[in-house]
């Protein structure tokens, strides 16, 4: 079973867990298994058409999955699955 | 209601001072009882914008992450983000409604002439369409 570090402001949403077990051989098995736990962390990650919204990257360990195979990347026992936004700006 | 204690604060101003007349960025630590979170702790990010910066920041996804772990490791939430408008008032511009993230408070100090002059904090919804300001103690 892999593991999902909860960001401090999405813990509302998840019971006040700082982490939750999840299920599933990918990564977006395992991101289903924690909004079928806790149906109201969809809208914070996923926009109505059900992609992960654009501020989201998820990282299993270390890797962004932006650069290895996105939802389908492969999980197994014991990894450390982390929510992470992108952040940027300007004064422009 | 955001209260930024004077240590962290002192090093937001510091950091946005030392890059003027680029815009600088960080992330805070401390703690959130509902809309009220207070700042203990203050860790100056590098500024990732690959061309001019004295008009844009980016932060690397991954100091993010190493952001997290350290708040983890200190018993702390990451509250939000800082930035610098140099030469410019401490409004939430376009851009950084664009590339903003709802979770977190966003902080933003102008420094006029290279000295800090005033602050604002906002609260971006998830759209990245709007800002709402909010209350800001330091």
Not at chain 1, 11 to 18: M, P, T, V
Not at chain 1, 61 to 66: C, L, Q, V
Not at chain 2, 8 to 15: F, I, L, Y
Request: aromatic share 8%; net charge negative.
């Amino acid at each position: 079973m892999a593991k999902i570090l909860i960001p401090t402001p999405l813990r509302q949403y998840a019971e006040k867990n700082n982490s939750v077990d999840v299920s599933g051989a990918t990564v977006g098995e395992a991101l289903a298994s924690l909004t079928t736990q806790f149906p109201d962390l969809r809208k914070n990650l996923f926009n109505d058409e059900g992609k992960l919204r654009s501020f989201v990257n998820v990282y299993v360990n270390d890797e962004d999955i932006r650069y290895l195979q996105k939802d389908a990347t492969a999980i197994a026992d014991g990894d450390i699955i982390s929510i992470v936004p992108s952040i940027a700006g300007g004064l422009c | 209601m955001i209260r930024v204690h004077p240590e962290p604060w002192a090093t937001m101003v510091a950091h946005a001072e030392a890059t003027f007349p680029n815009e600088c960025c960080g992330a805070m630590l401390g703690t959130a009882d509902g809309d009220d979170k207070t700042v203990t702790f203050a860790l100056p990010l590098e500024n990732a914008y690959t061309g001019g910066q004295e008009d844009r920041y980016e932060i690397r996804p991954e100091d993010l992450l190493r952001v997290e772990r350290e708040a983890r490791q200190r018993g702390l939430d990451v509250i939000g983000i800082f930035h610098s408008h140099p030469d410019c008032d401490a409004y939430f511009s376009k851009t950084d409604l664009e590339n903003s993230c709802p979770w977190y408070s966003f902080i933003v100090l102008s420094i006029q002439k290279g000295k800090f002059h005033h602050a604002n904090s906002w609260l971006p919804n998830a759209e990245q369409t709007k800002a709402e300001q909010e209350p800001l103690e330091y």
